[in-house]
C-alpha cells in the first residue's frame, strides 16, 4: 500500500486575499480505524473530522491546542478529536461499528451516519484562564458543510471546507485529505462569485487524491496558479496518554474507592479512549497505589 507522508501545506492566494490549507491524512486516518476498528462509515466521519482538527490546529501556534466535538444524532454518536499546532491529532467515536448503505450518490453515507441534527463544538486552550467555546447546530451533517457554517458563524470567517475519506471495499482507507479556504477582507463580490464556482465545480477532494494530487495541487484546483505556500508540516496520530498519567488518575480516585477497587476486582484495567491502549494494574500494583493514595502524617 502506498505510504506517503502526511503533510499539511499552508499559504496565501490572490495577492494575500485569501489563505489556503491543505492535508493529506492518509496515514493518520489509517491509524484512527486500526486503533478502533471502525467500519467504513465510522471512518469515514471520523477521518473528516480529523482531517478538518489537523487544519485547524495548524490554525493554532506555540502550545495551543483545541477539541473538535461532533454531537449528532446518528448511530455513530458522538465524535471527538484532538489536534494542536504540532501537528498531533487524535480521535475516537462513540460507536466504531457502524456501516451504512451508501447514499444516493454512490458515496459513504456520512451525514446518515452523525445523524443530521446535533452539535459541532470546538473548544481551543489558548492557554488563557478560560478556553475558547464555539458551537454551531450541524446543517448536513457531511460535516464539510457543517465546518463551513461553523467558521462563518462562529469565528466570521467566510470558507471553503473539502473533507474526504475514501475507504476500499475491505474496509482499509486508501486516501485522506482535505482543504480550507478562507476569504480574508479586500476580495471583491466577483472574486467570491469567481471562488464560489471554483470550489462548487471541483471534483471531490477523493477524487483528486485519487488523481495523485498532492496538498498543494488540491489548492491549486481551488485558487489556480495565484497561489504562495508559506510552509509545509507533518501530521501524524500522537496520543498524549501514559502508564504514569493512568496511574495518577488512579491515585486521584482517593483510598476507599481504591480499596473497594481492590476487593471487587482484584484489579483493574484501564483503556484510553483517544488511542485504544489498555493499561493494566495487578492486585500488587493496587495496594502499592493504595499506599501512595493515604493521606499522609503531617510532621
Ligand atoms: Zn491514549
Redesign the pocket.
Known sequence: MEQLKDVLVRGTAWGGKIRVFAVRTTELVRELQRRHNTLPTATAALGRTATAGAIMGAMLKGEEKLTVQVKGNGPIGQIVVDANANGEV?GYVDNPEVLLPSNAEGKIDVAGGVGREGYLHIIKDLGLKDPYRGSVPLISGELGEDFTYYFALSEQTPSAVGLGVLVDADGTVIHAGGFIVQLLPGLTDAEITRLEQAVGSMPHVTSLLDQGESPEGILRRVVGDDLTIHDQMDIRFQ???SRDRVLQTLVSLGESELQQLIEDDGEAEIV??????AYTFDRAQLEQLLEQARPKPIQ
Open positions: 487524535r496520543c498524549k496518554c484510553c479512549h483517544f488511542c485504544n491502549e
